[in-house]
């Protein structure tokens, strides 16, 4: 069976030597709570609770699934007393407001806690995880009422939520859904449609399931300014609080999936089922960005974790298994063959994965300040600059993450060879269950577009500019030091080259829309390597800074600064690829008729 | 379901117009058989085949997998079915002498078949596939009594045959098996070991089962210089060559894989059963390596039909479903959105499926021409050139076509957003089983050490030089074509590069081993797309030809230029970053030691 130690070292050098955390949470109002040692004591917690509660739960999860009889789905043997334990522990309401019981501990440690659940059990993880999002949309839009009713439950755990966006007919083109509102005569609205790929739609976790459903109003105009947000618990709260009459929404089938065969993904049917609407009519669409938002920086951290937890799994059978010698000869004389760890191609796919969990964690909590700032700090001015780069840091996070968190896994099933394939290792399972996250929470391609069409091109280039800016002082900074020159002076010449990549797309994209989709994808992949890379010389910078106070945990990091200088050797050149295939323009793309696709086997 | 519809269209042009199969066939010994008439009915007939008799059992056979029950293997419902009406159709014995039975066809045709064959049920095919490598064996190694007993039922299909090499703690490294072999009173061996991962290892297709076994001798050498290989039938034959009495051979239990669940993959038991030795004692290994080198092509093939069928899928539902508007404005005027095809990004995955299926094509085909004058002719001098050239090439076909196969694959999961992760739209499935296609038959570090290190760095660059000295002659032939510049200036630039990349790396390998192991698997991608630019280039010269005779099918050949013009600008530029990976050497792989690969998270 795989197992699990949570990164707790690593989690210290980003937190607290590189990104400078215990200032941070001191400056942060709320965060003053969170002192180094409650964070420390916070993190070995959840460590244990990840690898001794969910750990156990996550191939049994994968083989049994979800069952659905009689309306009930029933999730996998142990799923429902793990999360009364998540309950009990006070885990839901860690980052949550004191006004609705919760422990008003920063966002951002809520997200260190969250790769640990990615890394044990995904499935498990995006029970509580969907809660998270609807308890979001709910403390922006919701009234006082919805908030009393229904968030503080979110926020105690007792009941969980979802979001049910996604009709068969639209997924990504969210203005075709068909699903109804109706006003009742109670203030109310009567909700009729199908909703399809519902996460956690329905399970026995909890006492009570908080819908929020997109829907259109009679008058909705047609298209995404026509939708209206709607809370629609599965039982109605009666006087006291309680889960009360049950509404007429329920699951009908439930979906065969690749992976994460432990959540229950729900065809949800809203059969004139009871809801209140949140926030303004017709403005669901903003409700719903703001739980995705939040949803996709969740995504990415699935990325991360998953990536982590192949890695820390490929180490040890690399270091285990034997097979052949090495190629300048035997290194372990007293064994029939070598580790295969003794081989630099194995040692290329770990430090792939290696590079591609650290560099994620550093992205991830960086990301995380931003969070916090956005959603904590006083300062208006704070608050804008961390809500400009956040929004661009976004779309990196959740589709970047996820690709190359997709192919850590993939790394991890390579290392173990043949093995990898076999389900009692648990090496696929890790790819089956990475492979949603490049679709759900909008595809790459919509990051893409998000990412290049509407943060950076829509805003002239300045939110870049904010980040570019960052990284350009980094390296001003840096110049002068010899130590730093072998990352410095690429990340340099990346970072103009971004802005120049930038503006010649911006200029194509005035004369013909289209270069933009064109481009998008390998300007994300670009964006992505060179935030990395600059995240990594950081680092190294760090890691020289203690290494010159004390030979204390020299290895640790001699083998940072390792990592990083296999990061800009063997990952950080693919930049070369996207930089040109950015440039290459669209018109190989557009050329070809739809028909014209198929005429190699069509007749 | 997923649809498929054999690529005889882009079949033709490959065989018929660019690499001249009529005449190839027509030059070789036994090829005149094989005029373009015969061709394209066996073409259409298998392809009807596999449409027919194959595609409907494979999300079925997906479903249900093999059941182990008293020692006998269950396949999925219809398999042993579709396999009778297979040896019906004489389909086994196709290239195969006439004098074992077989219509002695050429075997570059039924390599042809195995594309149609691996994009419709990959699963059901390994059980014919295995079939070809133990004949293959046996054909070349085998005695006359042996080919006359177990051959002649191989080729007729109504046995079938397996390779039994792999054991728990050996896959790579065959040298360390340790299956025993100890000579009978009778002129026979007694084999006792288990061997695991053995596919087709126990079914119910056919009335035998031929195992070729990797045993040891009681006196054999260390290593895998004291290797045999061993033919050990299910049934020992009786005097009449029918099934007779049950060899101690048995299925000790059935593996639980991520994918191709049709096929049986087999702890198999050996309990003192009775076997033969196969060619020269301890010579093993090279026989082996018969059966391998056909495997290997036969894995890329396999990569190849799966990114077929994937694209087919993916290019109708990208027709088909409506999401969004074009960028540049509305396309369908008359439905509420375009069809996904009109995004810029959507055509970015479509067109890398497609490059990568006809591209892998022509490779594949190309290859197997090599392959059928190394089979069967006459001529020293020919055969000696293809020789070189297919030992090149056969770990480029394995490891780059699957390596571009799986990434094909999950393209088209990446088409479908949500609903490629649904089980029963098939496309995940094509993921699942395209994944073992990058281990087996030696993964793709395997092959890339291959390539590199055996294939081009032993022979001094010589196999190589004969492969970039044809590129280069038809880089000097097109020089003058303007038409041409824009795939023959990159490709000529990239095949001295080539050279020079391989110089550089076989000058670091002479002070350090370990350099060829840093750098094989981004040489063996860089040649993969080489390799294919070559062809792609070779596909716009013929493509231009037939535009300037004629507009007959002016729409595939504009297809094929601009899918070229993709391939150069879209993919050929990750050989920027694949060169300088080669290029960045093993320094930072291998200075960190095995622990410390773990600091972040071993305490």
């Given at each position: 069976m795989p197992d699990y130690q949570a990164p707790l070292r690593d989690l210290r050098f980003v937190?607290?030597?590189?990104?400078g955390y215990p200032a941070h949470y001191a400056r942060l109002p709320g965060g003053e709570e969170a002192t180094p040692d409650v964070v420390a004591a916070i993190l070995e917690e959840g460590a244990r609770f990840a690898r001794e509660e969910l750990l156990p739960l996550n191939q049994s999860g994968d083989r049994e699934g979800c069952l659905l009889e009689g309306g009930e789905v029933k999730t996998p043997k142990g799923f429902k007393q793990a999360y009364q334990r998540y309950v009990a522990g006070g885990w839901p309401g860690l980052a949550a407001d004191p006004e609705q019981g919760g422990q008003g501990l920063p966002p951002s440690l809520a997200m260190v806690l969250s790769e640990m659940i990615c890394a044990t059990n995904l499935a498990w993880g995006m029970y509580p995880g969907l809660s998270h999002g609807a308890a979001d949309a709910l403390r922006h839009h919701g009234s006082a009422v919805q908030k009393q009713t229904y968030l503080n439950k979110l926020v105690e755990g007792v009941w969980t939520g979802t979001m049910c966006l996604t009709e068969s007919h639209c997924g990504t083109d969210l203005g075709l859904i068909k699903t109804r509102a109706v006003p009742d005569a109670d203030d109310g609205y009567t909700i009729s449609g199908t909703k399809i790929f519902?996460?956690?739609?329905?399970?026995?976790?909890?006492?009570n399931i908080v819908h929020l459903v997109l829907a259109r109003l009679p008058d909705a105009p047609a298209g995404s300014r026509g939708i209206s947000l709607f809370v629609v618990p599965k039982y109605l709260p009666d006087d006291d609080g309680h889960p009360g009459e049950r509404n007429a929404v329920s699951c009908g089938s439930l979906e065969h999936k690749?992976?994460?065969?432990?959540?229950a993904t729900c065809v949800m049917n809203f059969d004139g089922a009871r809801g209140f609407l949140v926030g303004q009519p017709h403005k669901g669409l903003a409700c719903m960005f703001t739980m995705m938002n939040a949803a996709r920086i969740g995504v990415g951290i699935q990325g991360l974790g998953l990536a982590e937890a192949s890695f820390q799994n490929a180490l040890g059978y690399a270091r285990d298994r034997l097979q052949m010698r090495g190629l300048s000869g035997?290194?372990?004389?007293?064994?029939?063959?070598?580790?295969?760890?003794?081989?630099p191609d194995v040692r290329r796919m770990l430090l792939t994965q290696k590079a591609i969990a650290e560099g994620g964690r550093m992205l991830v909590l960086y990301t995380a300040q931003l969070v916090d700032v956005v959603e904590r700090s006083q300062e208006a001015e704070q608050r804008e600059h961390a809500e400009a780069l956040l929004g661009l840091l976004t779309p990196i996070v959740k589709a970047f993450l996820t690709e190359v968190g997709f192919e850590a896994t993939n790394e991890g099933v390579q290392i173990f060879g043949g093995h990898g394939f076999i389900q009692e290792w648990g090496m696929e399972q890790l790819v089956r269950d990475a492979r949603i996250t490049r679709l759900y929470e909008g595809t790459t391609g919509i990051q893409a577009l998000d990412l290049l069409g509407r943060k950076v091109l829509m805003s002239q280039g300045e939110s870049l500019k904010v980040f570019t800016k960052e990284i350009h002082k980094f390296c001003q900074a840096e110049d002068a030091n010899p130590d730093m020159a072998e990352f410095v002076r690429p990340l340099a010449k990346l970072n103009a080259e971004w802005g120049e990549l930038t503006t010649a797309v911006g200029m194509k994209a005035m004369s013909d829309r289209e270069e933009v989709g064109a481009a998008s994808v390998d300007y994300l992949m670009y964006a992505g390597y060179v935030t990395l890379a600059y995240l990594f010389a950081r680092a190294v910078k760090q890691a020289r800074l203690a290494l010159d106070d004390s030979l204390e945990e020299a290895t640790f990091y001699r083998a940072k600064i390792n990592t990083a200088r296999f990061f800009y050797e063997r990952?950080?050149?693919?930049t070369r690829a996207h930089a040109q295939m950015i440039q290459a323009g669209g018109e190989s793309l557009m050329a070809m008729s739809a028909e014209d696709f198929g005429r190699g086997f069509e007749i």
């Open positions: 937190m607290d030597e590189l990104l519902i996460s956690a739609g329905e399970h026995d976790l909890a006492e690749m992976g994460i065969h432990g959540n035997t290194q372990a004389e007293d064994k029939p063959a070598d580790p295969i760890i003794v081989h990952l950080l050149p693919r």
